[in-house]
C-alpha cells in the first residue's frame, strides 16, 4: 500500500493543477469507522481512495449527506483527525497524513523578491500558508524518531500553536514529575508537573525536542508542528554510577500548595523520634504538630483545632479505623513497617471527604517490590514486628503483609498503682496489601486489616476489642486528561466486657458497628489551568448499640439487646483546582450530603418545646426494615486560595463548612474503647460546624527553614454532651441523656522546621482555646448558666519541640520535649447535710485545670554499617522516655475519707522508661 501510494504522489506532482470533482453523492453512516464511511464513498461514487490503515484510529463518526459534492462530505468527516486528502483529476483520491499537497511552489521559492503589497492589518504581512520543509540532517539526526503533530489546514495563518502531553514511565506507567522538555534553537522549555503534564507553545515547522530529568533517560525528538495536538512519552528510568549527591524533592510543597492547613508525615523519616517503649507511633508524632493533640497521656483519640475525638476521619488506604489505638492509647494501631505515609486535613478537607468535622487522617499502605524479596523486622521489650514484601508477578504485582504483637505483659504491673498488678494486656495487628499493575491504563489495590485487643484492669473483668478492614481500589485511565477509580470498603469495630465474680451476677456484654462504602472518585484535567476532581459516594452504617447476657444459670442479669441502627450517608462532590496566574491558585470544591436514618425501628416522638423524658413521650412509631425515620441534608464549601508574594513566600485564607451524621457517646472525660456510637435520628440531629483559615508561608536559606503562622476560627453546632450521671451503655432512650449545644475554638499555631544540616527537626507551637455552650429553656437543658466553658480538652499553650544531631553517617542523637497546658476539671467547692443526707456542690463545669503536663524524651540511634553486599541493614534505638521522671496527672479524682473530700491524682508513666530495641531490613 506505501509503495502504491508513493507512485500516486509522482502522479499527482504531473498535474498542473487538481481537478475539484463537482458530481453530486447521497450517503449516509451511523456509528461507523473513518475506514468504513471512505470505502462507502468509494462503493457510491467512481472515486478510488489511496491511504495507509494505520492512519486511522478506533473513532466512530455518523453523519447524512444528499446530494453533496466529494469535497464538502471529505471535508466534514476527516475534520477531527489528522488527515487532509488531494483530489486528482483522474477520479483518484489521496488521503495524507497532517500536511498537505500543494498544486504551486510557494512564493518566492526561487528567491525572487516578493512584491510588497499593502494591507489594512500589518500584522496579516507576517502570516503566511506555506508548506512546512525541513531537512533530515545527518546519518545521526535519521536516527532521530519524528513525530509529525497536528492538522495542517489551508488558511490557517498561526503563527504559533500548543503541543501538550504526558509524561509517563515506561514499566510502571506513572507520571514523571519535574522533568524538562525544551528547545535549545528556540530558547523555550517547560517542567512537568506533579502528574506529568506538560505543555509549550512552538511556532509551525520542525524542533528538536529535548527531555531531561534525573532518573529517566534523555530523549531528542524531532516533531514537526502543523497545528495544536499532543504528545505523550514514555521514558525508560536511567541508572548511572554518581558520586555523593543531595537530592531535593518538594522542598517548597509548604509555600507552593494550596490547601489550607495540611501535613504530610512520612513513617521513614520517623524512625530516630524518640517514643514510649521504642515505638515509631506515627499518630503520635503528628500530635508534635500545631493544631493537633491528645487529650492525656495514655488517652485514645486525637483533638484537631478543638474539636472530639470522634469528629476525626481515620483512614486506611480508604478504609475507616474506628480506634487507632492499642492498650489505652500508648500505642498506635498502625504498623509502621507496612505504612508509607499520612497525610493530615485539618484545615481545608478535601471535597470527596465528609462526614467529619474536624480533620481527615488519610494513611496510605506502601506498595511491596514487584522485583525483588525484602522485608524489615523489629524486637523491643514489648512488642515485636515483621514486614515482608513478596513480587508476585515480576514488574506487575506483589504482596505486603505485616503483622506485630506483643510478647509480654508487665507494663501495667509496673505502674504506680497496687490495684493493677495482676492486670494483664496484650494486642497484635496485621495487615496485608496486594497490588496489580495490568497495563499503563488499568491497575488494582487490595487492602486486609486487623487489630485485637485484650485487657483486665480488675481481678473480675476482661475487656476486648478488635477493628476489621477491607478496601478494593480499581484505577482506570481513560485518556491522558481522564482518570478515575472505584472504591469499595468495608470496617467493622467491636468490644466485648466479660465480668465475672464469686456474687454470681456475672455477663457478657458486646457492642458493633460495621460501615460499608463505596465510591467514585474522578479526576479529569481540562488544561493547564483546570483540574477537576469529581464523584459519588454512599455509605451504609449499621449499628447494633449493646446486648447483655448473663453468664451462668445463677445469675440475676436479665438479656438485654438494644435495637440496631442502620443509616444511609450519599454524597456528591465537585472539585475545581483553578490557577488563576502564576501568582494566584484557587481550590474551590462543593459536597452535597443526603442522610437517612433507617428503619427497621421503634422511635419515640416527645412533645415539642419540653426535655426528652419518659414524661413527655407522646407517641411511639413503627418503622419497617429500611423504610425513612428521618433525613437530613445540606450543601458544603470547600474554598482555599493561595497567593505567592513572592517564589519563596504565600499567603493562603480557606473557608469549609462540614456536616457530622454520627456521634460518640461518652460521658468520660477521654475517649474510652468501650465508648459507643450513636447515629443521628428524628432526636438527635447532625452536628454541623464553620471553619474559617489564614496563613502565611515562608521558606528561607534555599529552604532549609519552613516557617509558618496559621489562624484559624471555628463555630459548630449541635455538638453532643450529656446531663450530670447520665447513663449512655445499654440505655434503650439515650436521647433522654443527650444534650446538644453549641461549640467555639479559635487558635494561632506557629511551626518553624529545620529541613537539612546535621541539626533537624521542627518547633511547633499552638495557643487555642475549645468552648461550649449548653443553654436551653428548662434546668436539666443548661449547663454553666448557659453560658461557654472549656471543653474537655481544652489546652491554651502547647509546645513541641523535636529535633535530631547526627554526629556521623551512623551516630545521631534524638529528643522530644512536649509541654501542655493541664486539661479542665470540675472540682467540688463544698458540702451541706439536707433532709440527714450529707451532698457535695461543685464548681462550674471545667473551671479548674490539672496541673500542667511536660516530658522530654531522648534516644541514641546507631545505624549499621553502610555495606552494599550484606543480609540486612541494622539500626539501634536506645531511648529513655520521660527521662526527667516527671509524674504526669492522668486524671484527677475525688473520694471521701472520713467525712472529708480528698483529692487523688492518677498517672501512666511517673518515672523514666528506658528502652532498647532493634530493627533490620533486608
Not at 444511609?568 to 481550590?587: G, Y
Not at 487558635?747 to 487555642?768: A, D, I, M, P, Q
Request: charged fraction near 20%; include cysteine; charge should be negative.
Amino acid at each position: 500500500m506505501k509503495k502504491i501510494l508513493l507512485f500516486v504522489f509522482l502522479i499527482c506532482f504531473q498535474f498542473v493543477t487538481a481537478q475539484n470533482i463537482q458530481d453530486s453523492l447521497s450517503v449516509s453512516f451511523k456509528n461507523v469507522s473513518i475506514k468504513e464511511a471512505i470505502l462507502e464513498i468509494e462503493e457510491s461514487s467512481s472515486y478510488s481512495f489511496y491511504f495507509i490503515e494505520d492512519w486511522f484510529d478506533g473513532s466512530t463518526l455518523s453523519g447524512d449527506y444528499k446530494n453533496e459534492d466529494v469535497n464538502t462530505i471529505l471535508s466534514d468527516i476527516l475534520k477531527k483527525t489528522d488527515l487532509n486528502f488531494y483530489i486528482i483529476n483522474i477520479n483518484q483520491i489521496v488521503l495524507i497524513k497532517n500536511n498537505i499537497i500543494y498544486d504551486e511552489l510557494p512564493s518566492g521559492f526561487f528567491g525572487r523578491k516578493q512584491t510588497v503589497v499593502q494591507v489594512e492589518n500589518a500584522q496579516d504581512v507576517t502570516r503566511r500558508d506555506n508548506p512546512i520543509f525541513y531537512g533530515e540532517g545527518t546519518q545521526k539526526q535519521q536516527r532521530i524518531k519524528t513525530i509529525n503533530i497536528g492538522k495542517k489546514i489551508k488558511g490557517n495563518v498561526k503563527d504559533s500553536f500548543t503541543l501538550k502531553g504526558i509524561v509517563t514511565d515506561l514499566k510502571s506507567g506513572k507520571p514523571i514529575p519535574s522533568l524538562a522538555l525544551f528547545v535549545n534553537a528556540l530558547g523555550k522549555g517547560v517542567v512537568t508537573d506533579d502528574e506529568g503534564y506538560y505543555e509549550i507553545i512552538l511556532p509551525p515547522g520542525a524542533h528538536m525536542l529535548e527531555t531531561q530529568s534525573f532518573g529517566s533517560e534523555d530523549l531528542l525528538t524531532r516533531v514537526v508542528i502543523y497545528n495544536n495536538g499532543e504528545l505523550n512519552l514514555s521514558l525508560n528510568e536511567n541508572y548511572e554510577q554518581l558520586g555523593e549527591v543531595y537530592i531535593e524533592s518538594n522542598t517548597d510543597a509548604n509555600v507552593v500548595e494550596v490547601l489550607a492547613g495540611t501535613e504530610t508525615i512520612k513513617f521513614e523519616e520517623i524512625k530516630t523520634i524518640p517514643l514510649v517503649l521504642g515505638e515509631r507511633d506515627i499518630l503520635k508524632v503528628a500530635t508534635t504538630l500545631p493544631g493537633i493533640s491528645s487529650a492525656g497521656e495514655g488517652a485514645a483519640g486525637y483533638n484537631v483545632r478543638g474539636g472530639k475525638a470522634d469528629q476525626n476521619l481515620i483512614l486506611l488506604d480508604n478504609g475507616v479505623i474506628f480506634n487507632p489505638s492499642h492498650f489505652f492509647g500508648l500505642f498506635s494501631a498502625l504498623n509502621p513497617f507496612t505504612s508509607g505515609e499520612i497525610n493530615i486535613y485539618k484545615g481545608s478537607i478535601p471535597a470527596k471527604y465528609g462526614g467529619r468535622l474536624s480533620s481527615v487522617f488519610e494513611i496510605n499502605t506502601k506498595n511491596a517490590s514487584t522485583q525483588k524479596f525484602g522485608g524489615e523486622a523489629s524486637i523491643g521489650p514489648v512488642t515485636g514486628n515483621l514486614a515482608l514484601e513478596i513480587p508476585i508477578v515480576h514488574e506487575k504485582s506483589g504482596l505486603l503483609i505485616g503483622g506485630r504483637g506483643t510478647f509480654s505483659e508487665y507494663i501495667l504491673r509496673n505502674l504506680d498503682e497496687e490495684s493493677l498488678n495482676n492486670s494483664e494486656a496484650s494486642f497484635y495487628d496485621l495487615v496485608g496489601k496486594y497490588h496489580h499493575n495490568f497495563d499503563d491504563k488499568n491497575s488494582l489495590e487490595v487492602t486486609g486489616y486487623y487489630s485485637r485487643d485484650k485487657f483486665s484492669v480488675s481481678s473480675d473483668s476482661l475487656f476486648s476489642y478488635s477493628n476489621r478492614l477491607a478496601s478494593f481500589k480499581y484505577d482506570h485511565k481513560f485518556n491522558n486528561r481522564h482518570s478515575g477509580s472505584l472504591i469499595f470498603s468495608n470496617s467493622d469495630y467491636q468490644f466485648n466486657i466479660d465480668y465475672e465474680n464469686h456474687l454470681r451476677n456475672s455477663f457478657r456484654s458486646g457492642y458493633r458497628i460495621n460501615e460499608s462504602e463505596v465510591k467514585f472518585d474522578m479526576q479529569y484535567r481540562l488544561n493547564t489551568k483546570h483540574s477537576f476532581n469529581y464523584g459519588i459516594s454512599s455509605k451504609l452504617y449499621l449499628v447494633e448499640p449493646g446486648e447483655i447476657e448473663p453468664l451462668g444459670e445463677d445469675s440475676p442479669i436479665q438479656p438485654l439487646s438494644i435495637q440496631e441502627e442502620k443509616g444511609l450517608e450519599s454524597a456528591v462532590f465537585l472539585e475545581d483546582s483553578f490557577r488563576i496566574n502564576d501568582q494566584l491558585t484557587l481550590n474551590a470544591g462543593v459536597r452535597y450530603s443526603l442522610y437517612a436514618a433507617l428503619g427497621e425501628s421503634t422511635n419515640r416522638v416527645y412533645q415539642d418545646g419540653l426535655p426528652k423524658n419518659d414524661a413527655t413521650v407522646i407517641d411511639i412509631l413503627q418503622y419497617d426494615n429500611n423504610e425513612v425515620i428521618e433525613t437530613y441534608h445540606g450543601a458544603e464549601a470547600r474554598i482555599s486560595a493561595r497567593y505567592l508574594l513572592k517564589p519563596d513566600l504565600s499567603v493562603k485564607a480557606g473557608y469549609s463548612n462540614t456536616f457530622q451524621y454520627i456521634h460518640t457517646l461518652s460521658n468520660n472525660t477521654t475517649i474510652s474503647p468501650t465508648d459507643i456510637y450513636k447515629l443521628s435520628d428524628a432526636n438527635i440531629e447532625p452536628q454541623r460546624a464553620t471553619q474559617y483559615t489564614l496563613g502565611l508561608f515562608k521558606n528561607i536559606y534555599d529552604n532549609m527553614y519552613e516557617l509558618s503562622v496559621e489562624g484559624y476560627y471555628k463555630n459548630s453546632d449541635d455538638i453532643l454532651d450529656f446531663e450530670t450521671g447520665a447513663n449512655l451503655f445499654l440505655n434503650e432512650n439515650v436521647e433522654t441523656e443527650v444534650l446538644q449545644g453549641e461549640g467555639r475554638s479559635y487558635g494561632l499555631e506557629f511551626l518553624v522546621k529545620k529541613t537539612k544540616g546535621r541539626l533537624n527537626g521542627w518547633l511547633g507551637y499552638t495557643y487555642s482555646k475549645s468552648e461550649i455552650k449548653l443553654d436551653g429553656d428548662f434546668a436539666e437543658q443548661i449547663v454553666n448558666n448557659g453560658e461557654y466553658f472549656p471543653s474537655n480538652f481544652d489546652k491554651p499553650h502547647d509546645l513541641s519541640i523535636v529535633a535530631n544531631y547526627k554526629v556521623t553517617k551512623r551516630f545521631s542523637f534524638s529528643a522530644n520535649f512536649a509541654y501542655q497546658t493541664g486539661r479542665p476539671v470540675t472540682y467540688p467547692t463544698g458540702k451541706f447535710n439536707f433532709n440527714g443526707s450529707e451532698f457535695v456542690t461543685y464548681s462550674d463545669r471545667n473551671k479548674f485545670r490539672i496541673p500542667d503536663y511536660y516530658r522530654l524524651d531522648v534516644s541514641f540511634n546507631v545505624e549499621g554499617n553502610h555495606k552494599i553486599k550484606k543480609f540486612a541493614h541494622s539500626f539501634w534505638n536506645i531511648s529513655i522516655y520521660n527521662v526527667l521522671g516527671r509524674n504526669n496527672p492522668y486524671s484527677v479524682f475525688f473520694v471521701t475519707k472520713d467525712g472529708k473530700i480528698e483529692a487523688l491524682q492518677s498517672s501512666i508513666f511517673s518515672i523514666p522508661i528506658p528502652t532498647i530495641t532493634y530493627n533490620f531490613k533486608f
